[in-house]
Each structure stands twice: as structure tokens, then as C-alpha cells.
């Protein structure tokens, strides 16, 4: 179980799931646009916007290489580990939700699996449904803290160009505004500013809003700390400390998936 190196939904989860909400989440050739197929957004977006999002997806090495990068592990601000299988949706997850510990190992298209709380595996229904649409949720809020921008042209999504605004930092960025038909993720009522910087191209500070129509943000937060995983540009810092122990992995056992027997070594790989 090695790992190459360290290293999806469109909604963020109540609190009592989303740790990180309560914590203080050259020029170059034009990059050749993506395949019809990945864009999905509604007829409402701007092509302006789409064509920058294609631009930063590119940056962080474009879809065929998105496509070849199977296995992912993550911790989501330190909490939560997350193993993921991208070609069969089977994911494991472990770690708190709320005040109780969980380890799921699921299927995250057809929502079956198996759940333990406390230690204790759930067998009763309704009790082991609930519990793994908890983990579906679960699993939505993280993936989409770690891989938001491969996200930004998915069905659903309605994309605008909201104009040129300064950085926290004070470098120029195209700003990206993201809402959502209804019946998308489980929030689509949520809205979302995302923050391209001009001199990198690539997603450097996101906004959330609880509510589209909110005049303010619920957190602005980095979204920084690039960095190269298998052939794929990620994200490493969304303010805080936290080690996300990210990895991309050219192949993970199936007892990843299937057994409740600890992984090791943990993460797995350094």
C-alpha cells in the first residue's frame, strides 16, 4: 500500500458535519477547451466564466489526467479519513460526525454498505439507512473541500463572471460565482464565490454564502498551498494547521473497502 505522493456536491453540510465551518474552509496558449461532455453547468452561465474555469481545470493538469487519478485518501481538517475509490464510488470513511465516532465503508452512487457507530456495527433498519445517507452526506461536504475546482462545470451549476476583485492578499483575481438548480447537492439554495488569481491561474480564496440571495459571506477562506500528486494539481491549505494527509495512490487493496480491520499504515502511505 504505497502512495505516489501526499495529497466530489456541490454543497457545504450543517455544522454539526462541517468541522472546518467552525474553525476561523508568462502568458500562456489558451489551454484547449474541455471535452462538450464535462460541461454540464446551465444555459444560464456566462461563457466568459466557463472558459475560465476550463482555463484553472487545465492549470491543475486537465482532464485526462483528472480521469487517470483512480485512488485518493484525504483527512478532512484533520478528522475525518477518507479513502476513495473513483472508478467504482466505493469510499471508507472514519472519524467523528457530531459527537459519535463512524466508520463507513460504502458505495457513494448506490448509497449501500455497511456502517459501525461507536464500534458497534448498525444492522437494524431504518437505523444502518440513515446512517449511510449520513455517510453520503459526509462524504459530499469533505470531497468537495478537497476538489472543489474539478467541480466548477458540473450539472446543475450556474456560472458566472462576477468581475475583477483583489485577493485577501491584494493580487488581482477573476471572481467566480457558483448557485445551483434546485434539487442539486443537498443545499442548492448555497452560493459560492470562487477566487481564480490572475498571475497563477489557478483557485487561490473561496467564499460561502448559506443563502444566494445573503449580501455577505458566511467565511472567506485560502485555498492554497499548491501542490503536484500523481499528475494532478491539489490544494493543500484551507486555513488552520491541519495536515490533510492527502495522497494519491496507484492502487489500494480491496480490504481498504471492504474490511472493518484498521489500514495501515495509517493514511495510508507517508
Known amino acids: 500500500m504505497t502512495a505516489r505522493s501526499r495529497w466530489t456536491l456541490a454543497t457545504l453540510l450543517p455544522l454539526t458535519l462541517c468541522a472546518a465551518c467552525a474553525q476561523p474552509p508568462p502568458e500562456e496558449p489558451a489551454p484547449a477547451p474541455a471535452p462538450e461532455s464535462r460541461v454540464q453547468v446551465s444555459a444560464e452561465s456566462d461563457p466568459a466564466a466557463i472558459e475560465l474555469a476550463q482555463a484553472t481545470i487545465e492549470k491543475m493538469g486537465g482532464w485526462e489526467a ?11 481538517f ?3 479519513m477518507h479513502w476513495w475509490d473513483r472508478a ?18 460504502m458505495n457513494v452512487n448506490s448509497s449501500a454498505g455497511r456502517v459501525w457507530k461507536n464500534g458497534e456495527e448498525i444492522t437494524e433498519s ?30 446543475g451549476v450556474t456560472l458566472k463572471h462576477a468581475g475583477e476583485r483583489a485577493l485577501e492578499a491584494g493580487r488581482t483575481a477573476d471572481v467566480l460565482e457558483l448557485t445551483f438548480g434546485e434539487g442539486v447537492g443537498y443545499t442548492p439554495s448555497n452560493r ?3 477566487f481564480v488569481a490572475r498571475d497563477t491561474g489557478l483557485v487561490e480564496q473561496w467564499s ?25 494539481m491539489i490544494a493543500t491549505r484551507r486555513g488552520g494547521d491541519e495536515d490533510w494527509q492527502i495522497a494519491v495512490h496507484d492502487e489500494l487493496p480491496r480490504s481498504v473497502f471492504e474490511s472493518a480491520d484498521p489500514v495501515t499504515p495509517q493514511g495510508p502511505g507517508p
Not at 483528472?66 to 478532512?76: A, E, G, M, P, V
Not at 444502518?128 to 461536504?141: F, H, I, P, Q
Not at 470531497?143 to 466548477?152: C, E, G, Q, R, T
Not at 458566511?218 to 499528475?231: D, I, L, V, Y
Request: net charge negative; proline share 7%.
Open 78 to 80: 484533520g478528522r475525518r
Open 66 to 76: 483528472w480521469d487517470r487519478t483512480r485512488y485518493l485518501s484525504w483527512k478532512f
Open 88 to 105: 467504482t464510488g466505493d469510499v471508507r470513511i472514519e472519524g467523528p460526525a457530531g459527537e459519535d465516532t463512524y466508520l463507513w465503508l
Open 192 to 194: 459560492y464565490e470562487v
Open 208 to 232: 460561502f454564502f448559506g443563502d444566494a440571495a445573503d449580501a455577505e459571506p458566511r467565511f472567506t477562506r485560502p485555498w492554497t498551498g499548491w501542490q503536484r500528486f500523481g499528475e494532478v
Open 126 to 155: 431504518p437505523a444502518l439507512a440513515e446512517a449511510l445517507d449520513m455517510g453520503r452526506k459526509v462524504w459530499v461536504n469533505d470531497s468537495y473541500w478537497l476538489i472543489m475546482p474539478f467541480k466548477l462545470l458540473d450539472p
